[in-house]
């Protein structure tokens, strides 16, 4: 069975500072990976997707994420945070066959001025 | 990508009664999903609507509570049948695209 960890529920980090939001993954073959970001009384929205290829991979709003197989991991990073992604974020796992999507318990963030 | 809209955005329901949560896409699709997102928590799938089949549930949900409806490739509903306050939840719909889900605003449902 597919399942999607997120160990921090809830991050603060200072305007400017850089952002990392851990995502642990567990999956039998290789998975369909995604974050997506709901701000408050919004929907989801997608800030990137991994099926193969590079690692890295480049989203909306400045955000980035690795893939590494040997942890099971697939980190969001973002170098310089704005006020505006203050939100919740949440990463997914599904396979490719029935697109079925299995969500972490999400991380809050915080942004201080 | 999706455009998708929900109706209604948002609605107070007494319990007992029932809730027909409407989900319009702006291109055909195939695949469309129901999630729930109970206060505080995650996203749970409750069931996959493919147009022209029945809707196949996931575990814990079950057709009498939630039925579905699957007119053809741009619509769908969800309805959450003789409702109780545990059912005060976010319901999502999302749509597959390019090996992507895309999502609706959500419905906010508030059971008293």
Known sequence: ?113 | SAVISQKPSRDICQRGTSLTIQCQVDSQVTMMFWYRQQPGQSLTLIATANQGSEATYESGFVIDKFPISRPNLTFSTLTVSNMSPEDSSIYLCSVEAGDTQYFGPGTRLTVL
């Open chain 1, 1 to 113: 069975a597919q399942s999607v960890t997120q160990p921090d529920i809830h991050i603060t980090v200072s305007e400017g500072a850089s952002l990392e939001l851990r995502c642990n993954y567990s999956y039998g073959a290789t998975p369909y990976l995604f974050w997506y970001v709901q701000s408050p009384g919004q929907g989801l929205q997608l800030l990137l997707k991994y099926f193969s290829g590079d690692t890295l991979v480049q989203g909306i709003k400045g955000f980035e994420a690795e893939f590494k197989r040997s942890q099971s991991s697939f980190n969001l990073r973002k170098p310089s945070v704005h006020w505006s992604d203050a939100a919740e974020y949440f990463c997914a796992v599904g396979p490719s066959n029935d697109y079925k999507l299995s969500f972490g318990a999400g991380t809050t963030v915080t942004v201080r001025a």
